[in-house]
């Protein structure tokens, strides 16, 4: 252990909070700053092109002969298989300037339940000033009246959207992408750029999931994720100028590349579209047995030399990513891509998206041979997190336990299989190091401190977790989380979902470890 502490004291003071993960003791040094604002240079050709095939169809009165008096109105037919919304976007990054100019069609069927008036976005980006310009919002040929405060972009209808029928908008907007390492920047790496790559995650509008009536969205906060996002279509034409000529794209979904500086990318059912651009990227892949390929871009300088010699950290983290991603398949339900795709990124820590993560760079440098490293660990984690958010989504402000407790469990599931002689250095390092404190039913906006934060939801999460598996043994422990898995797919799950999963004996059974670990006792809300 005085390895791992002194390991750790190493870190205390370079590492900072950004994404999911937290995994080590966090300074937090850096000093919220406003980004410097980028110089916006419009590209020539700065007018977007209209998306093919989007033509308003749908809004026509029907009439006596055409449709049929009997027929659902056109305007109402919406395909309920689908995701209640659809994006299809046209983007067109200067990769001189950093700007990218969007035009966004949301296609948004109406399944509230309620006749809808306005139609309310999040806009990530706009957390920060200067960073998304907003240029106009259409419905058909009407521009709509909008308001953009923080990032919750409400767009009033001009005539209300009915149940059952969809709306047709069309945003553009320039997004000048804030540069990395630097000030708040740092605590939001996947989206920045740097000097070999440029991330962008959680960087479009999505339209904020609609429960029991309200718009549900959050104010962001420095600590953990706020956004709550549901399963989308996305259909991204991204057109790149003044870039290198052998940029390359790391982005899950559909890829083709129609010419050079153009990709049309298809990403179905997915909360995010996440991508990440260099020139540096190598690229290596591995299909596992359940026929996902798991790829990973990494960067030359993840080739280390250690002791023992040339090391690739990044085929180690491909390996066991590869092992992780078919552990949690088996226990956790078919994972619905045909690829996942692991980054190597320049910022702290790690993140997860819909079919993607990253995996700071600083764990493949601080690789040691064998296991017990951040390297592994902090991999595992973010492809948990494929179920445990990207599959099975939860309101991440209120509920952050849900997927950070179950992301963190994950990984000791992970080192139970392939390394059981590790368990007990995992709850060590991981959670006994930290003797963590506080309620797991706690929300984002509890915490001034990282540290307490995680302590309270992932560690505390994790003994609850454990707590609960020795209350209803480990058969009925895994046939639960794969029973919330499979019932909460799509969904943004809640408390009371998990635990209605038990039955009232089980239910019965673990009261105490609820009061021990919630002060909600009944459900953890
Ligand atoms: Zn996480």
């Given at each position: 252990m005085r390895y791992l502490r002194f390991f750790l004291l190493f870190l205390l003071g370079m590492s900072l909070l950004t994404g999911c993960n937290l995994a080590e003791p966090i300074a937090v040094t850096a000093t919220l700053e406003t980004i410097p604002s980028i110089r916006l240079a419009m590209l020539p050709s700065a007018t977007p092109a209209e998306t093919p095939g989007r033509a308003l169809t749908s809004l026509a009165t029907p009439t006596a002969t055409n449709p049929p008096p009997t027929e659902t109105p056109r305007a109402c037919q919406i395909d309920t298989s689908r995701p209640r919304s659809r994006y299809t976007i046209q983007a067109s990054l200067d990769y001189a300037t950093k700007a990218i100019l969007v035009s966004q069609n949301?296609?948004?069927a109406n399944t509230t339940g309620q006749l809808l008036n306005e139609i309310v976005l999040s806009v990530e980006p706009n957390q920060w000033a200067n960073i998304f310009v907003l240029k106009s919002a259409t419905w058909e040929t009407a521009n709509l009246v909008t308001q953009l405060v923080s990032t919750k972009l409400t767009l009033t209808l001009p005539r209300p959207l009915e149940v059952g029928c969809e709306a047709d908008i069309t945003l553009q907007f320039t997004i000048n992408v804030p540069k990395g390492g630097a000030g708040v920047s740092l605590y939001h790496g996947y989206f920045s750029y740097g000097e070999r790559q440029m991330n962008l995650a959680?960087?479009?509008?999505?339209?904020?999931?609609?429960i029991n009536g309200a718009w549900l969205i959050?104010?962001?906060?420095?600590?953990?994720?706020?956004m709550v996002l549901e399963p989308a279509d996305w259909d991204v034409s991204l057109e790149v100028t003044n870039?290198?000529?052998?940029l390359q794209i790391a982005a899950p979904g559909t890829i083709e590349q129609p010419k050079p500086g153009l990709w049309h990318i298809i990403f179905e059912h997915a909360r995010d579209f996440p991508?990440?651009?260099?020139?540096?990227?190598?690229?290596?892949r591995q299909m596992t047995a359940s026929g996902t390929m798991v790829e990973m871009?990494?960067?030359?300088?993840?080739?280390?030399?250690?002791?023992?010699?040339?090391v690739d950290t990044a085929q180690h983290a491909l390996d066991e990513g590869a092992r992780a991603f078919q552990q949690y398949n088996d226990l956790f339900g078919d994972y619905p891509y045909d690829r996942m795709?692991?980054?190597?990124?320049?910022?702290?820590?790690?993140?997860?998206?819909?079919?993607l993560v990253f995996i700071s760079t600083n764990w493949f440098y601080r690789f040691e041979p064998g296991f017990q490293n951040y390297l592994t660990v902090i991999t595992v984690h973010e492809v948990s997190h494929q179920w445990w958010y990207a599959s099975v989504g939860n309101d991440s402000a209120m509920t952050p336990w849900l997927d950070e407790a179950l992301a963190t469990y994950s990984e000791y599931v992970y080192y139970e299989e392939y390394h059981p002689e590790l368990k007990n250095w995992w709850w060590d390092f991981r959670v006994g190091e930290y003797n963590p404190q506080g309620s797991v039913d706690s929300t984002i906006y509890e915490f001034d401190d990282p540290r307490a934060y995680i302590n309270a939801v992932y560690l505390r999460g994790v003994q609850m977790l454990q707590n609960l598996r020795e209350d209803i043994g480990t058969e009925a422990f895994f046939r639960l989380l794969a029973e919330y898995a499979r019932t909460a797919n799509g969904q943004i799950a809640t408390p009371q979902l998990f635990w209605s999963l038990l039955s009232p004996d089980q239910f019965n059974a673990t009261s105490e470890t609820r009061k021990q670990f919630f002060r909600d006792s009944q459900f953890g809300r």
């Open positions: 949301i296609r948004y959680y960087w479009l509008p999505v339209v904020a999931p609609n959050y104010e962001p906060r420095p600590i953990g994720e706020q870039g290198p000529s052998d991508l990440s651009l260099s020139n540096k990227f190598r690229v290596a871009y990494s960067f030359p300088d993840s080739v280390r030399s250690l002791a023992s010699g040339l795709v692991i980054v190597q990124a320049d910022f702290p820590d790690g993140m997860e998206a819909s079919g």
